[in-house]
């Protein structure tokens, strides 16, 4: 699949202070909460006049948490696709806190790590598949396929240095007004530069079940990581909610007949 240069976004992120975070957050109220996961919340602000999801990380003690940021951020001002979620700013800053430490309260130093993201009223792919209006028509799942494969062979071979997402799934997948997907959450990808394009990770990270057998039993990680779970994917956008489950004994055609 050719890569499509006009897709691309020039649009650098900003620095954003934390105090203006906090503000346009209500200091990160549960009011404005639109989504939690494994390694944060997010919420929904307004800022320069335009709608953004605001995703703190959790406060997360050793070098997790760090290379979490690390890798989403540096991947994500790497990245300028139509099919991938824009990183409008971020903020990497350290808070002074009151904390108890041996019995006694003291200050101590927190780091404090936010992404800003352009926001999508539309919410995952992984909703609208369980939504049972049947917004996503045939053509709408045809090019919310097209647009996840465009979108991750962009990030496997739209520059010098291939990015592996390694938790590609509908969850991760954001919607526009005009159902063009956006591949989102990196922060389990790394980047690859070296000669051998595969490597293992003794700790294994991702989503039942759209890692590979491979990646379960020896860590191994490739490219084959994400095509296979862009595989599962498809499968999912066909199969529709209740399909999914039995597609290993269904015929071709009652994949049709689910949506007919």
């Known amino acids: 699949m050719a890569n499509n240069l006009h897709h691309v976004v020039s649009a650098m992120p900003e ?17 404005l909460k639109i989504g939690e996961g494994d390694f944060g919340k997010v919420y929904k602000a307004i800022y320069n006049e335009e709608e953004i ?39 990497y800053a350290i808070q002074r806190q009151v904390t108890e430490y041996n019995g006694k309260q003291t200050f101590a130093n927190v780091d404090e790590r936010v992404l800003c993201f352009e926001y999508f009223p539309s919410g995952s792919l992984k909703k609208h598949l369980s939504d049972e209006s049947r917004e996503l028509n ?34 991760n997948i954001l919607l526009d007004e005009n159902w063009m997907p956006k591949i989102c959450d990196f922060g389990l990808s790394r980047l690859i530069n070296d000669s051998t394009r595969s490597f293992n990770t003794e700790h294994l ?32 956008i066909i199969a529709g909610p209740n399909g999914y489950g039995e597609y290993v004994d269904m015929p071709f055609n009652r994949f049709a007949e689910l949506h007919s």
Not at 55 to 82: A, M, P, W, Y
Not at 158 to 169: A, F, P, V
Request: contains cysteine.
């Open 138 to 171: 045939w053509y709408r799942r045809y090019k919310i396929i097209v647009g996840i494969c465009e979108g991750l062979n962009f990030l496997h071979n739209g520059s010098e240095r291939e990015i592996y997402h390694l938790d590609l799934k509908p969850a």
């Open 15 to 31: 620095a954003i202070s934390y105090t203006l975070l906090k503000e346009i957050t209500k200091n990160f109220s549960d009011e």
């Open 53 to 91: 999801a605001v995703k703190r990380l959790f406060l997360i003690s050793g070098l997790v948490d760090e290379t979490k940021f690390n890798n989403e951020l540096l991947n994500l001002v790497c990245v300028q696709h139509q099919n991938i979620v824009k990183l409008v700013g971020y903020c």
């Open 205 to 236: 990270c991702g989503s039942h079940p759209f890692m590979p057998p491979e990646y379960i039993e020896t860590g191994g990680i490739s490219k084959k990581h994400d095509v296979f779970s862009l595989g599962v994917t498809i499968i999912q």
